[in-house]
T-cell receptor, first 117, second 112 residues
Framework: SAVISQKPSRDICQRGTSLTIQCQVD?????MFWYRQQPGQSLTLIAT?????????ESGFVIDKFPISRPNLTFSTLTVSNMSPEDSSIYLC??????????????FGSGTRLTVV | GDSVTQMEGPVTLSEEAFLTINCTYT??????LFWYVQYPGEGLQLLLK?????DKGSNKGFEATYRKETTSFHLEKGSVQVSDSAVYFC???????????FGAGTRLFVKA
């Protein structure tokens, strides 16, 4: 399975500022996924990022707040913009396993623990 | 839409106790089912999977059987260790799709 390097691992940010999270994969992948995990809760998909096209956002998430870049098949960034304390969460990137249609599950980065003060 | 329901935690067990974490799902078609584990301060790791009815996924002493008739995928382990303390997520990915639906997670504490 792929290995994902995600950084930063954690950060404490002032409200109103922005943070960019990076994910580097050790192999080429078509789709990369960004999730949010709010404290004590499950994962919520923010968006799906394909190389060469705009990311597809889930209901409740917008590009202005969470712009995503996908410049090549091994790298993606998620920016959390104009942060407020409600954005304090763990953000995770993920890629699909080798199986067809996600049947092999997904590999996750180690996560970015964001605290907004 | 598709959904996953798993038992609420936390679950607290003594070392060597038997573990069951219940998971049921609602989905159209024939989803693949997964258990992921999240150790403290880490991302999620795939623990085991099953892609069709009656399949049994197993890994590290954990097992789960895909039961289509009861739409369940309960996680079991015969003898837990302190190192199994983590949050466990049941999840599904539906046929031909790429979106994974996660349960709420169940936190397990194992005492020595």
């Amino acid at each position: 399975s792929a290995v994902i390097s995600q950084k930063p691992s954690r950060d404490i940010c002032q409200r109103g500022t922005s943070l960019t999270i990076q994910c580097q994969v050790d192999s080429q992948v078509t789709m990369m996924f960004w999730y949010r995990q709010q404290p004590g809760q499950s994962l919520t998909l923010i968006a799906t990022a394909n190389q060469g096209s705009e990311a597809t956002y889930e209901s409740g998430f917008v590009i202005d707040k969470f712009p995503i870049s996908r410049p090549n098949l091994t790298f993606s960034t998620l920016t959390v913009s104009n942060m407020s304390p409600e954005d304090s969460s763990i953000y995770l990137c993920s890629v699909e396993g080798l199986g067809i249609g996600g049947s092999d599950g997904y590999t996750f980065g180690s996560g970015t623990r964001l605290t907004v003060v | 839409g598709d959904s996953v329901t798993q038992m609420e935690g936390p679950v607290t067990l003594s070392e060597e106790a038997f573990l069951t974490i219940n998971c049921t799902y609602t989905a159209t078609g024939y989803p693949s089912l997964f258990w992921y584990v999240q150790y403290p301060g880490e991302g999620l790791q795939l623990l085991l999977k099953a892609t069709k009815a009656d399949d049994k996924g197993s890994n590290k002493g954990f097992e789960a059987t895909y039961r289509k008739e009861t739409t369940s995928f309960h996680l079991e382990k015969g003898s837990v260790q302190v190192s199994d303390s983590a949050v466990y997520f049941c999840a599904l990915t539906n046929t031909g799709g790429f979106k994974t639906i996660f349960g709420a997670g169940t936190r397990l504490f194992v005492k020595a």
